[in-house]
């Protein structure tokens, strides 16, 4: 068993731009089953436990190397245009393990009114931050860049 002193406390912040109005990004973010429409790491979603709006739900990720995930969404709102959530299942064995993960995906609306910003947080222990942090660095990116497809298409 791994001893909570092997661990790193971790902190992952990556944020994007968009010319997009932020009531059309959170429309899109805020429906916690719709990741794949705009992530390209992720392959496939279900949500169990209620509907994707309601905090308690869960949905169940398939990522693009194979790994299912499950997340629990602990907050919504639609007046901070901010959602969060935490992974409460992962596959096992982790190739990068990970502990006590919790997120928060923001829309920020731009006061000049010419789009958004998109802003993602992550928190977690583990004993490879280096390695966790690119990881997550690069879901985010790929997230991001999917948005912009997502909003040009």
């Known amino acids: 068993m791994v001893s909570p002193i092997d661990r790193s406390e971790v902190a992952v912040s990556l944020g994007t731009d968009l010319s997009v109005p932020a009531e059309r990004v959170w429309a899109l973010i805020r429906d916690f089953d719709a990741m794949p429409a705009w992530n390209a790491s992720v392959r496939q979603s279900r949500i169990e436990d209620g509907p994707a709006d309601r905090p308690g739900c869960r949905r169940v990720l398939v990522f693009d190397d194979g790994g299912t995930w499950t997340h629990e969404l602990t907050g919504l709102s639609d007046a ?74």
């Open 80 to 153: 901070d245009m901010r959602l969060q959530y935490r992974i409460v299942a992962t596959p096992q064995p982790m190739r990068i393990p990970v502990w006590n993960y919790r997120a928060a995906i923001q829309v920020l609306a731009d006061p000049a009114g010419a789009g958004c910003r998109v802003q993602w947080d992550a928190w977690f222990e583990t004993m490879h931050p280096d390695e966790m942090q690119s990881r997550a660095r690069q879901v985010f990116a790929l997230g991001f860049d999917g948005l912009r497809r997502y909003f040009v298409a």
